[in-house]
């Protein structure tokens, strides 16, 4: 189970960071990724973090602002959020998979778990 949280509003340039707490599997096992969709919009991408500290990866409009981490003792990943746009605004969603085509990071099909969303609201 993947369990999201850590959302809410805050203003432009601020800073948020999201966990994703998850359950029933080692964490250090598992490729961890965050989406994001927008009203009205697609889910897209965000981050991921690979299996066994592999790497991470990032979309092109947070690199630089956004960084990914986890923590396994605690079963918990993390997002956490500088400089934030309005264009964040979003519902975020973590997702967990056992294998992943690194390549294919940022495609949902390649996630089997999927936590419910997270609200984060970038506005003045």
């Known amino acids: 189970q993947l369990q999201a949280s850590g959302g809410g509003l805050v203003q432009p340039g601020g800073s948020l960071r999201l966990s994703c707490a998850t359950s029933g599997f080692t964490l250090d096992h598992y490729n961890i990724a965050w989406f994001r969709q927008a009203p009205g919009k697609g889910r897209e991408a965000v981050s991921c973090?690979?299996?066994?500290?592999?790497?991470?990866r990032y979309a092109d409009s947070v690199k630089g602002r956004f960084t990914i981490s986890r923590h396994n003792a605690k079963n918990t990943v993390y997002l956490q959020m500088n400089n934030l746009k309005p264009e964040d605004t979003a519902v975020y969603y973590c997702a967990a998979t056992a294998y992943l085509w690194t390549t294919d990071w940022d495609k949902e099909r390649e996630y089997d778990y999927w936590g419910q969303g997270t609200e984060v609201t970038v506005s003045s």
């Open positions: 973090i690979l299996s066994s500290d592999a790497g991470t």
